[in-house]
């Protein structure tokens, strides 16, 4: 499985951004997928998981609100929209596939990992 994602940029509070990651290979549809951030000095902080159905959503408490996570099964894709962005959520944000079909709401639940796309929110 390869991951490649995009989206990110640099953009002021209360702004918001979509970030896609399109995913390869035909067992897409079989995995749950997540979203996952990495701020300067900080671990790997868990954001926003959805089941291999797409039945199932869910979101880190800090986020909950104004994130919303998708997938188009047709593209391969999943998206993670972000509104109301805030200083906080800048990171380095993450899509990766968990390798089952339940949705892993911790980095350590994830399998395949994206390289990676930069986010910044400036106050």
């Known amino acids: 499985v390869q991951l490649q994602a995009s989206g990110g940029g640099l953009v002021q509070a209360g702004a918001s951004l979509r970030l896609s990651c399109a995913a390869s290979?035909?067992?897409?549809?079989?995995?749950?997928m997540g979203w996952l951030r990495q701020a300067p000095g900080k671990g790997q902080e868990f954001v926003a998981a959805?089941?291999?159905?797409?039945?199932?959503?869910y979101y880190a408490d800090s986020v909950k609100g104004r994130f919303t996570i998708s997938r188009d099964y047709a593209k391969n894709t999943v998206y993670l929209q972000m509104n109301s962005l805030k200083s906080e959520d800048t990171a380095v944000y993450y899509c990766a596939v968990s390798g089952t079909g339940v949705a892993a709401t911790t980095p350590g639940g994830y399998k395949y990992w994206g390289q990676g796309t930069q986010v910044t929110v400036s106050s």
């Open positions: 959805i089941s291999s159905s797409g039945a199932g959503t």
């Open positions: 290979g035909r067992t897409f549809s079989r995995y749950s």
